[in-house]
Protein backbone atom coordinates (compact mmCIF):
# COMPACT_ATOMS: atom_id res chain seq x y z
CA UNK A 1 0.00 0.00 0.00
CA UNK A 2 2.70 2.47 1.12
CA UNK A 3 4.60 1.57 -2.00
CA UNK A 4 1.49 2.79 -4.21
CA UNK A 5 1.28 5.91 -2.63
CA UNK A 6 4.94 7.00 -3.90
CA UNK A 7 4.06 6.05 -7.14
CA UNK A 8 4.04 8.63 -9.66
CA UNK A 9 6.53 11.72 -7.05
CA UNK A 10 9.32 12.63 -7.28
CA UNK A 11 11.13 11.86 -4.05
CA UNK A 12 12.77 15.11 -2.67
CA UNK A 13 11.21 17.26 -4.96
CA UNK A 14 8.10 17.83 -3.04
CA UNK A 15 7.76 17.87 1.35
CA UNK A 16 5.05 15.66 2.74
CA UNK A 17 5.24 17.38 6.19
CA UNK A 18 2.70 20.27 7.54
CA UNK A 19 3.25 23.20 8.84
CA UNK A 20 0.69 22.31 11.58
CA UNK A 21 2.08 23.09 15.24
CA UNK A 22 4.93 24.72 13.68
CA UNK A 23 6.07 28.06 14.95
CA UNK A 24 7.31 30.29 12.34
CA UNK A 25 10.56 32.57 12.93
CA UNK A 26 9.01 36.73 13.47
CA UNK A 27 9.51 38.44 10.39
CA UNK A 28 9.83 41.63 8.64
CA UNK A 29 9.54 43.43 5.21
CA UNK A 30 12.73 45.42 4.33
CA UNK A 31 12.18 47.61 1.25
CA UNK A 32 14.64 48.24 -1.50
CA UNK A 33 15.05 51.07 -4.38
CA UNK A 34 16.86 50.26 -7.40
CA UNK A 35 19.16 53.22 -9.16
CA UNK A 36 17.02 52.27 -12.48
CA UNK A 37 13.63 52.72 -10.21
CA UNK A 38 12.55 48.92 -9.49
CA UNK A 39 11.29 48.89 -5.90
CA UNK A 40 10.86 45.86 -3.75
CA UNK A 41 10.79 43.98 -0.56
CA UNK A 42 12.91 41.39 0.69
CA UNK A 43 11.11 39.11 4.03
CA UNK A 44 13.96 39.04 6.58
CA UNK A 45 14.30 37.45 10.36
CA UNK A 46 13.72 40.06 12.77
CA UNK A 47 16.46 39.17 14.49
CA UNK A 48 18.92 39.60 12.07
CA UNK A 49 20.90 42.81 11.06
CA UNK A 50 19.49 44.39 7.47
CA UNK A 51 21.83 44.67 5.25
CA UNK A 52 22.11 48.59 3.57
CA UNK A 53 22.01 46.99 0.09
CA UNK A 54 20.65 44.14 -1.96
CA UNK A 55 20.96 42.92 -5.67
CA UNK A 56 18.11 44.02 -7.66
CA UNK A 57 15.83 41.22 -8.87
CA UNK A 58 15.05 42.90 -11.89
CA UNK A 59 18.38 44.13 -13.33
CA UNK A 60 20.90 42.73 -10.74
CA UNK A 61 21.93 46.33 -9.96
CA UNK A 62 22.95 46.53 -6.19
CA UNK A 63 19.63 48.75 -4.92
CA UNK A 64 19.69 50.74 -1.80
CA UNK A 65 17.75 50.44 1.62
CA UNK A 66 14.70 52.79 1.38
CA UNK A 67 15.37 55.74 3.44
CA UNK A 68 18.29 54.52 4.63
CA UNK A 69 22.03 55.65 3.79
CA UNK A 70 24.50 55.76 1.07
CA UNK A 71 27.16 53.04 2.45
CA UNK A 72 30.37 55.05 2.95
CA UNK A 73 33.11 53.32 0.66
CA UNK A 74 36.01 51.47 1.97
CA UNK A 75 39.35 52.70 1.34
CA UNK A 76 41.42 49.42 0.29
CA UNK A 77 45.24 49.16 -0.61
CA UNK A 78 46.24 49.54 -3.83
CA UNK A 79 47.52 45.65 -5.53
CA UNK A 80 50.49 44.74 -5.24
CA UNK A 81 52.27 43.69 -8.87
CA UNK A 82 55.37 41.23 -9.17
CA UNK A 83 56.95 44.64 -9.85
CA UNK A 84 56.41 45.77 -6.01
CA UNK A 85 57.33 42.28 -4.74
CA UNK A 86 60.52 41.84 -6.67
CA UNK A 87 61.66 45.47 -5.44
CA UNK A 88 60.58 44.19 -1.74
CA UNK A 89 63.65 41.66 -2.37
CA UNK A 90 66.26 43.54 -4.46
CA UNK A 91 67.20 46.85 -5.50
CA UNK A 92 67.42 48.41 -8.36
CA UNK A 93 71.28 47.64 -8.72
CA UNK A 94 71.12 44.14 -8.11
CA UNK A 95 68.20 43.72 -10.55
CA UNK A 96 70.63 45.75 -13.55
CA UNK A 97 73.23 42.89 -12.27
CA UNK A 98 71.57 40.06 -12.76
CA UNK A 99 69.81 41.51 -16.18
CA UNK A 100 73.84 42.20 -17.23
CA UNK A 101 74.67 38.57 -16.42
CA UNK A 102 71.50 36.63 -18.40
CA UNK A 103 72.41 38.97 -21.53
CA UNK A 104 75.58 38.10 -21.14
CA UNK A 105 74.90 34.22 -20.75
CA UNK A 106 72.36 34.49 -23.98
CA UNK A 107 74.81 36.93 -26.46
CA UNK A 108 77.74 33.97 -25.90
CA UNK A 109 74.85 30.86 -26.05
CA UNK A 110 73.79 32.79 -29.70
CA UNK A 111 77.47 33.04 -31.21
CA UNK A 112 78.12 29.45 -30.26
CA UNK A 113 75.23 28.98 -32.78
CA UNK A 114 75.97 31.03 -35.14
Known amino acids: MAERALRGTRLGATSYENDRNTDLAPRQDVSYTCPKGHHFTVTLATEVEVPMTWDC ?24 THWDMLLERRSIEDLEEVLAER ?7 RRKSA
Open 103 to 109: LAILRAG
Open 57 to 80: RSCGVPALLMDGEVPVAKKGKPAR
